[in-house]
C-alpha cells in the first residue's frame, strides 16, 4: 500500500510503499485495532516510524546520527 505522510520532524512530505493490508491499515488509523507492532508485527522498525511519524530512514540518520 502506498502511504503518504507529512514527516513530524522535518515537515516534508513523504510517500512510501509498506506491505500492509489497506482495511487493517484503516482500521488501526481508526483507532479500531491495537498496538501498530501488534497489528503489524512483521513491519520492519523503518516502516513502523513512517506510519507513526512520517520520517524517512533518511531524515532519522540525518537527526539522530549526525555526528556519531
Known amino acids: 500500500m502506498m502511504l503518504t505522510k507529512k514527516s513530524l520532524f522535518t515537515g516534508r512530505t513523504h510517500t512510501r510503499e509498506i506491505d500492509v ?3 487493517t491499515y484503516v ?3 481508526d483507532g479500531v485495532s491495537g498496538l501498530l507492532q501488534d497489528t503489524f508485527p512483521d513491519l520492519n522498525d523503518d516502516d513502523r516510524e513512517f506510519i507513526l511519524s512520517g520520517t524517512t530512514p533518511e531524515e532519522w540518520d540525518a537527526m539522530f546520527l549526525e555526528g556519531s
Open 21 to 23: 493490508d489497506p482495511v
Open 27 to 29: 482500521a488501526w488509523n
